[in-house]
């Protein structure tokens, strides 16, 4: 059974920095892109970030114009985990984040976890 | 950047009744790399179609896609009760990926 779990969301200030994890069970970790997806209260659905399988320099990273130089994206195959570091947080960044597997079509999602950028 | 415009923004049926929902995209979507997501509240998308005609693993067939090029449509025959949610398409012809803004289907 697949399944991906957010962690680290909360409650931080504007400037501040938070660091999202996704444990992932029940597919090839190793071998799969993996992404962040974000989605603002009430809002649609934005595509934050994605990583090649590998991890090492070298692999493919993609993010949005919109947190290009503030987030980057990690994985630690080994722990079947993706991160999202962010920083310099600002009130816009307040969305869900999910997890997903691919960086084409998404066929696994985690339940997301809330993070709220304010003073 | 492909934007994706869905159309229309809500619509209203009653169960049973046959759904069309629409995504246009400014520029042609290459291979059909077209995908469609259904949202219910509180949870996180579902895979329901992708390259455009294909269903996703578990997917009933009362789902459907079509189309090709910057046309596309999801078309859910007899709409059930569990139907009535939002619908996303997303491109992933292109970087940036992008996300049409929704179309709601709600009971009428």
């Known amino acids: 059974q697949v399944r991906l779990a957010e962690s680290g969301g909360g409650l931080v200030k504007p400037g501040g920095s938070l660091k999202l994890s996704c444990a992932v069970s029940?597919?090839?970790?190793?071998?799969?892109?993996m992404s962040w997806i974000r989605q603002a209260p009430g809002k649609g659905l934005e595509w934050v970030s994605y990583?090649?399988?590998?991890?090492?320099?070298?692999?493919?990273?993609y993010y949005a114009d919109s947190v290009k130089g503030r987030f980057t994206i990690s994985r630690d195959n080994a722990k079947k985990s993706l991160y999202l570091q962010m920083n310099s947080l600002r009130v816009e960044d307040t969305a869900v984040y999910y997890c997903?597997?691919?960086?084409?079509?998404?066929?696994?999602w985690g339940q997301g976890t809330l993070v709220t950028v304010s003073s | 950047e492909i934007v994706l415009t869905q159309s229309p923004g809500t619509l209203s049926l009653s169960p049973g009744e046959r759904a069309t929902l629409s995504c246009r995209a400014s520029?042609?979507?290459?291979?059909?790399?077209l995908a469609w997501y259904q949202q219910k509240p509180g949870q996180a998308p579902r895979l329901l179609i992708y390259?455009?005609?294909n269903r996703a693993t578990g997917i009933p067939d009362r789902f459907s896609g079509s189309g090709s090029g910057t046309d596309f449509t999801l078309t859910i025959s007899r709409l059930e009760p569990e139907d009535f949610a939002v619908y996303y398409c997303?491109?992933?012809?292109?970087?940036?990926?992008?996300f049409g803004q929704g179309t709601k289907v709600e009971i009428k």
């Open positions: 997903a597997r691919g960086h084409y079509d998404l066929g696994y």
């Open positions: 029940g597919l090839n970790f190793g071998d799969s892109y």
């Open positions: 990583i090649s399988p590998s991890g090492r320099s070298g692999s493919t990273l």
């Open positions: 520029q042609s979507v290459s291979s059909n790399y």
């Open positions: 390259g455009a005609s």
């Open positions: 997303q491109q992933y012809a292109t970087s940036p990926r992008t």
